[in-house]
């Protein structure tokens, strides 16, 4: 692989690997130490590089590697960026009480999410904030594309349920 060729299929992917090591660390240093390792890693790899499919999932699963590798070099508590990652806008026309409401169901989710076990979070990292396919997302973690429809819908189905009981108990 050429500089060229690095530059357009390798750097481009940067922000969502930043932002899923980001979802896995919980730290902006560590983040992006970890995509810069992985750019040194796809460079220092990039004889073998013309052989890949698909490169970006390529680089999707280096970060997760290198972001469970920084977790279990040292024990750490998770900070919760979840808002982050929703970008949820707000149009002129909500009240003071629904822009509130809103960003207070936001930080429930990002709760919920956190609370899910780590499989089912970072697959509804994959697919619901970076938009990865069922298929890409199996490639990134290395699992058959069925664990990634089931443990989707696991995770989706937790954090509804969490809303709903929330809701029903008027919890917040």
Not at 39 to 52: H, P, S
Request: glycine share 6%; hydrophobic share 35%; aromatic share 8%.
């Amino acid at each position: 692989m050429s500089l060229e060729a690095f530059k357009t299929r390798v750097l481009p992917t940067k922000d969502k690997l930043y932002r899923f090591a980001f979802k896995m660390l919980g730290d902006q240093d560590e983040a992006q130490d970890v995509v810069q390792e992985v750019f040194i890693k796809v460079w220092n790899g990039r004889d073998q590089m013309d052989q890949l499919e698909n490169m970006e999932a390529w680089c999707m699963r280096i970060t997760r590697n290198l972001s469970l590798d920084k977790i279990k070099s040292k024990t750490r508590k998770m900070t919760d960026h979840i808002q982050e990652g929703f970008d949820v806008s707000q149009g002129d026309g909500l009240t003071p009480y629904r822009s509130t409401e809103m960003d207070d169901t936001m930080k429930n989710i990002g709760r919920f999410i956190a609370s899910l076990p780590e499989k089912q979070k970072q697959i509804i990292q994959l697919r619901d904030v970076e938009g990865y396919s069922y298929k890409e997302i199996g490639d990134i973690l290395e699992i058959d594309m069925n664990q990634v429809k089931v443990n989707l819908f696991r995770a989706r189905q937790a954090v509804k349920e969490n809303l709903l009981n929330m809701n029903a108990y008027g919890l917040q």
